[in-house]
């Protein structure tokens, strides 16, 4: 995977996550909370410029260093253990 396509696809997903908390209201029949459709416009926007544009980085066409998934592993981890135990105590709560 390329160093550019690993970025997309990390701005991308955090785009889908804000998109979906921003229309998370709406089953509850509230509306749209703008705050975090905005958050999730910004991060699409982030995903296109880093594809059309990727001079962040210094070869955005070089492979991604393995590094950088065992940290994304590893962030994925503790995000997924820390929110399991926030539901678990709010259930038992």
Do not use: C
């Not at 550019?4 to 908390?21: H, I, K, N, P, W």
């Amino acid at each position: 995977m390329k160093r550019r396509t690993y970025a997309v696809l990390g701005f991308s997903t955090l785009g889908l996550l804000a998109g979906l908390a921003s229309i998370r209201p709406l089953a509850d029949g509230g509306g749209i909370d703008p705050s975090y459709g905005f958050v999730a416009a910004a991060f699409g926007f982030l995903a296109g410029y880093y594809q059309v544009h990727s001079t962040p980085f210094e070869n955005p066409n070089e492979p991604v260093p393995e590094w950088w998934f065992k940290l994304t592993a590893i962030g994925v981890a503790v995000v997924a253990a820390v929110g399991g135990g926030v539901l678990l105590v709010l259930a038992i709560i």
